[in-house]
């Protein structure tokens, strides 16, 4: 079955079909003309000889040497005569080698030989002459040529030359063992040539086929070797042309494929790819932050790739329309813009392309901007102000007693120190901002930096009977980072989960640690951020207490150095939050691969 559906097994059977058919038709031909051929020289012979002997019939007078004449020349060629004149009947010997013998009743009773007789005219006719023999039926395939004549004393008679069919059949049947021998013969040639003459006209074919199946699996090196220049030689050129031409294009291809990929990953949009059916295709960073942050907001664990509802909407108004689109929505406090682009095959509508731009910071820039001078007003004000009251205080001697004096001067310096620190904290991060922080990095166990940063927050945990848990996962790792500049990050984080935490609360503190860096979570449920406020955790003179009254302490640019301090770390840091039900702190530094020990 394999050989047949090959073009060898093909091109072999159409050429041995083909002249099999030539030759089956040739030789049916063949046969049918040496039969005619001999049957028709057989005739002529019989009637030649009949001639003869009617010639010698009719110019002999002596009637004895006539008929032994024409006995002579029926036995040198076979066959039989019969002579009928004036109801006398005369017959040639039964010859030996004669096949068949007919009685003479047969000449006057059938009406093709009778004919001779009765209307003196010539008969040439072959076919079966049944006879008798022991009261069994026997049928003889004879050929009998008749012809009267009339001897020389004017008398008329009828002279029945006859020979059996069977001497024909025999030269027949060589002359058609000898046409099917040499046909045979053809066929086992012509099978051998057509096979021979297919496998070398495909063995090209074949090997174009491996190197098609090659240069499928990704093999362009390998090319066709030509060893002619008929239409198979310039098929192979044109093979090892489309394959040069299709690695170009391959390599053209991955070269555009990864330029996209790197400037996908390097923008600061979000961008996704969307197929007809509403399933995204490519996504970048950004928009896998944007997802990711869509997912917590609205509570969705597995979310295997699913748009989110307004952006799905939106998507399917592109599909119908065929129109660019844009929308906005509020993810985890921050603003979002979506704008999306229907992307053709043709004509067709085949997918979409979303840009997700975050524009939060450019709405809240201004807001900041004035936000920074009201805070700075707000936080400076009441220092001075109570340095301004204790000091007139003094001046106008107000403070009759020591004790009292003394306990004005302490406001005085303790105010004085709430402003010294807030002015160093302005001058740190001013520092971090302009890039001049200086690191002093060392190389640092992980593990048992975090114990001794959670031993320190244990009493304070108890006093506000807060539940504090850490967990450690991953094996000790070694960290190249400034461990008072990531102490004051953690410290930070973990006093503000505290202090926001009531009563029965959990503060957990989880560190993990792989070959690639750590990361930190502290995880509060504390009474979170609200959605609007989320955004600007970072931002300087943040706090969560909108009264900003002295009793819950700080300025409000922890977390804004902590962040600046992670981020010189080269790392990130982020936050999660769902109003009344808790806070999620997260920074990850990064293990670079210059750091070694």
């Known amino acids: 079955m394999m050989l047949w559906r090959s073009v060898v097994g093909k091109v072999w059977g159409t050429i041995l079909l083909l002249v099999s058919v030539v030759l089956v038709i040739l030789t049916i031909l063949l046969l049918q003309f040496f039969e005619q051929f001999h049957i028709t020289e057989a ?297 999306m682009t229907p992307l053709y095959d043709g004509e067709f509508v085949r997918g979409v392309v979303a840009v997700i731009r975050d524009m939060t910071e450019e709405r809240q820039h201004d807001k900041l901007r004035k936000d920074f001078i009201a805070n700075v007003s707000h936080e400076l004000r009441t220092p001075i102000s109570m340095l301004q009251g204790y000091s007139e205080a003094i001046i106008d001697d107000i403070a009759g007693s020591e004790e009292e004096k003394k306990e004005i001067g302490q406001i005085i310096y303790d105010e004085s120190m709430r402003m010294g620190r807030l002015v160093n904290e302005l001058l740190d991060i001013a520092k971090m901002e302009a890039g001049h922080i200086q690191l002093a990095k060392d190389w640092v166990d992980f593990h048992s930096f975090t114990d001794k940063v959670y031993k320190k927050f244990q009493g304070l945990a108890r006093e506000a009977q807060v539940t504090m848990k850490l967990d450690k996962q991953g094996t000790t790792h070694q960290m190249y980072i400034d461990p008072d500049r990531i102490e004051q990050v953690m410290t930070n984080l973990i006093h503000n989960a505290i202090r926001h935490t009531s009563e029965k609360g959990t503060v957990n503190v989880g560190v993990t640690t792989d070959a690639w860096g750590v990361t930190v979570e502290i995880e509060d449920t504390g009474s979170g951020i609200p959605e609007e406020d989320l955004p600007n955790v970072f931002e300087r003179f943040y706090k969560a207490d909108k009264a900003r009254t002295r009793g819950n302490g700080g300025t409000g640019l922890g977390l804004a150095i902590a962040k600046n301090i992670v981020e010189s770390h080269d790392g990130e840091i982020s936050a999660h939050s769902k109003w009344q039900e808790g806070t999620t702190f997260r920074f990850y530094l990064p293990r670079r691969e210059h750091d070694h020990q």
């Open 43 to 339: 005739e002529e012979q019989l009637t030649n000889h009949a001639n003869a002997m009617v010639s010698v019939l009719e110019e002999y007078e002596n009637p004895p040497e006539s008929l032994d004449t024409v006995e002579k020349i029926a036995g040198s060629y076979n066959t039989s005569v019969v002579i009928m004149q004036n109801d006398k009947h005369w017959e040639s010997a039964n010859n030996d080698e004669a096949d068949v013998h007919l009685p003479l009743s047969i000449f006057e009773q059938d009406e093709r030989l009778a004919s001779v007789q009765d209307e003196r005219s010539e008969v040439i006719t072959h076919g079966d002459f049944p006879t008798q023999e022991n009261g069994k039926e026997i049928h003889n395939e004879i050929f009998v040529v008749g012809m009267p004549f009339e001897s020389v004393n004017g008398e008329q008679g009828s002279l029945y030359l006859y020979q059996s069919l069977e001497i024909i059949e025999d030269t027949t049947g060589e002359t058609k063992q000898i046409i099917l021998l040499s046909a045979g013969i053809a066929i086992i040639l012509t099978t051998v040539f057509a096979f021979f003459l297919s496998t070398r006209i495909t063995a090209p074919l074949r090997k174009m086929r491996q190197l098609a199946l090659n240069v499928s699996k990704g093999d362009f090196e390998t090319r066709v070797p030509i060893l002619t220049n008929d239409e198979i030689g310039q098929l192979g050129n044109a093979f090892n042309k489309m394959r040069r031409e299709l690695n170009h294009s391959i390599t053209a291809l991955n070269q555009e494929k990864e330029q996209l990929s790197r400037i996908l990953s390097s923008m600061a949009d979000g961008v996704i790819t969307i197929d007809r059916k509403g399933s995204i295709v490519v996504t970048n960073p950004p928009a896998h932050r944007f997802l990711d942050a869509y997912y917590y907001d609205s509570g969705i664990v597995d979310a295997n790739d699913r748009l989110p509802k307004e952006v799905k909407k939106l998507f399917q108004k592109v599909v119908a329309i065929e129109q660019e689109q844009l929308t906005e929505m509020d993810v985890q406090g921050r603003s979002y813009v979506v704008l």
